[in-house]
């Protein structure tokens, strides 16, 4: 049986979870010719491979989808990027002093001390967007606040945001999406120039530290130089330069765009704040950031009654698992009350959990905290498409335009 699922076709991206529901119950795990894994569909079947580390690794799980060609591999190869497995695609014996050291570095009272600039950041945008009669919410906040979060926590100089952020959006199109042969060693130059630019700066904060979570990564390789070595540094830094922003934004987008449309939702945060904590784990369970996640098999097996020779790639489709009624009573309601949308796989589970979770749930917590109170009466422009940047793996909603009142 074969499933023409469309990966990046906007029809699929503005509204994926009628397909997903049709795999999970037809195929809950099969062989996808057009991505070339086997896919995984079903919440059980997910959490055991996110769990079972030693027949499901997360090698690979970094690496483009569809790799790239000769030519711009040869770049990425060729001009002095020490990548190596570090966090999400590593496993052991690698991957338990890099996540000790993040989680070390990010320490509760880091992100507390955070938290008063950012919140006093995120008013003046709001403010912003309060006085404008139509925002893009995309723009003028889901976009600049984790840029300033994220790069920030790394203590990247704010003059250096825009730059970086472009380099991360052209990086998430050549490893996720199907960019023309054309374009991919122009974005591979660019992949280069941002880990070049990522090895600088943590030379320099080597030399001159400060304030930050580079500065602590490094204090942290000075006392553990064999566990942590300057390398892995600039590999961890690397990646949080970019999962760091890049995916808040996707979560901030898609929470806003579904809670606005679902006015009901809207009201009730408005009328009673201390939903939102809430609102923000239902949020990222009824459209999350994160569609999907990779593993690779290390010895045969079987899922969900599929035989799996050993080297099988597979995405586990966590937009699926979320939405899965056999652990979410009326998955497709978004229901800011709903006492287990703690249960999400948005951010993985197990010893791959994202650390930069309290991070990104501290963003969606003030934006919502913020809007509520200062734009009660926010509402989505009718009629607007809702366009998604075409990749896999991830929901990048590029625009949402709403008004104030």
Same mark, same amino acid.
């Given at each position: ?25 037809e195929a809950p795990v099969h062989f996808d010719e057009e991505l070339g894994y086997y896919i995984v569909t079903?919440?059980?079947?997910? *959490? ?12 690979? /799980? ?52 955070? *938290? &008063? ?50 380099? #991360? ?18 974005? /591979? ?91 923000? *784990? ?8 994160? #569609? ?27 937009? #699926? ?17 709903? *006492? ?17 979770? &309290? ?47």
């Open positions: 049986m074969t499933h023409d699922v469309g990966w990046l076709e906007q029809d699929f991206l503005v509204d994926p979870y009628p397909k997903l529901a049709a795999l999970r119950d079903r919440y059980a079947d997910i *959490e055991r491979c996110l769990t079972d580390r030693t027949t499901f690794l997360a090698q690979g /799980a970094s690496s483009p989808v569809w790799p790239p060609i000769a030519d711009a591999q040869r770049v990425l190869t060729e001009h002095g990027a020490k990548r190596v497995p570090t966090l999400n695609n590593a496993d052991p014996p690698r991957h338990g002093p890099m996540r000790k050291a993040v989680f070390t570095c990010m320490s509760r009272a880091r992100l507390a001390a955070l *938290e &008063p600039e950012l919140r006093d950041y995120a008013a003046d945008l709001v403010a912003a967007i309060v006085d404008k009669p139509v925002s893009d919410l995309i723009t003028d906040l889901a976009f600049p606040l984790p840029g300033r979060a994220g790069l920030g926590l790394l203590g990247i100089p704010v003059e250096d945001f825009d730059q970086i952020k472009a380099w #991360s959006a052209r990086r998430v199109l050549l490893t996720y999406g199907h960019l023309p042969d054309d374009e991919q060693v122009p974005v /591979a130059k660019n992949v280069i120039a941002f880990w070049q630019y990522i090895e600088e700066y943590v030379a320099r904060r080597d030399t001159d530290r400060g304030d930050d979570f580079t500065s602590d990564l490094l204090r942290y390789h000075g006392e553990r130089p064999d566990e942590v070595t300057i390398d892995d540094v600039v590999n961890i830094v690397f990646a949080m330069a970019l999962a760091g922003h890049d995916s808040t934004t996707n979560a901030m987008g898609s929470m806003l765009r579904h809670v606005l449309a679902h006015q009901d939702q809207w009201r009730a945060l408005v009328d009673d704040p201390s939903l939102i904590l809430n609102a923000v *784990e239902e949020a990222l369970r009824f459209d999350g950031p994160v #569609s999907g996640h990779r593993r690779t098999v290390a010895c045969d097996t079987e899922l969900g009654g599929v035989p799996l020779a050993a080297g099988s790639k597979l995405v586990l489709l966590f937009a #699926s698992a979320d939405r899965d009624p056999a652990h979410f009573p009326e998955p497709d309601r978004l229901d800011v009350t709903r *006492e287990n949308a703690v249960d999400h796989l948005s951010f993985g589970k197990g010893v791959h959990f994202c650390l930069g979770a &309290p991070l990104a749930r501290m963003e969606m917590r003030i934006a919502l905290e913020l809007l509520t109170e200062h734009a009660p009466g926010m509402h989505l422009v009718d009629e607007q498409a809702f366009p998604y940047t075409p990749i896999t793996m991830f929901r990048s909603l590029e625009h949402l335009f709403a008004s104030p009142r």
